[in-house]
């Protein structure tokens, strides 16, 4: 596709359930990654898929976060047993070269969720 | 503990305005420093720098960072109500390749 595509856009779920959090980067893109940005903070580093090496995972708050990139294309970030403190806004984001490039990273539209 | 630092952290400027964001960092295996705009949800890539002195500039927008003194200053001139906006600093390390950000700049512009 023409830029990195999330979804779903928005989630609600109760405090307790599983989520999955979806997205597909660039085609062609070797690098993945996955931010949280909490209101009125800055963008906090999850985890990094470089091509077929094993993923960056020092950034994932907790053993209930784990994510997955299959093919080299579409990852999947799952939180499970949610807790209030998750409800954020999950960006993700993608690039051709390890380090960017120079046209940095490209974001995807975010998935905003909310824990009830 | 590494750090980035924005400042300042929001501000409200007329249309017209000159407006200067100040970002500044102590890390280590600095690579590369990178600011984005955003609006909603999606940020969206300005620049990425890497040398000291050399200014990045696109349309009103222009960049500059200085590796002495561990800072970028993002220069927005005649600004207009659509440069509203959060602006976001990162810096890029070398080896795990990760983009530590700061807390942004909320910008907005009044008619």
């Known amino acids: 596709g023409a830029g990195v595509s999330q979804s779903p856009s928005n989630k609600v779920t109760e405090k307790g359930k599983d989520v999955e959090l979806r997205c597909d980067p660039i085609s062609g893109h070797t690098a993945l990654y996955w931010y949280r940005q909490s209101l009125g903070q800055g963008l906090e580093f999850l985890i990094y898929?470089?091509?077929?090496?094993?993923?960056?995972k020092s950034g994932l708050p907790s053993d209930r976060f784990s994510a997955e990139r299959t093919g080299g294309s579409v990852s999947t970030l799952t939180i499970q047993r949610t807790q209030q403190e998750d409800s954020a806004v999950y960006l993700c984001?993608?690039?051709?070269?390890?380090?960017?490039?120079?046209?940095?990273?490209?974001f995807g539209s975010g998935t905003r969720l909310t824990v009830v | 503990e590494d750090k980035v630092v924005q400042s300042p952290l929001s501000l409200v400027v007329h249309e017209g305005d000159t407006v200067t964001l100040n970002c500044s960092y102590e890390v280590t295996n600095f690579r590369s420093l990178l600011w984005y705009k955003q609006e909603k949800k999606a940020p969206t890539f300005l620049f990425m720098l890497t040398s000291s002195g050399i200014e990045k500039k696109s349309g009103r927008l222009s960049s500059i960072l200085d590796k002495k003194e561990l800072f970028s200053i993002l220069n927005i001139t005649a600004t207009q109500t659509g440069d509203s906006a959060v602006y976001l600093c990162a810096v890029l390390y070398y080896g795990n390749n990760r983009l530590a950000f700061g807390k942004g700049n909320q910008v907005v512009v009044i008619p």
């Open positions: 984001a993608s690039s051709l070269a390890r380090g960017g490039g120079a046209d940095g990273y490209t």
């Open positions: 898929f470089q091509g077929n090496s094993a993923p960056d």
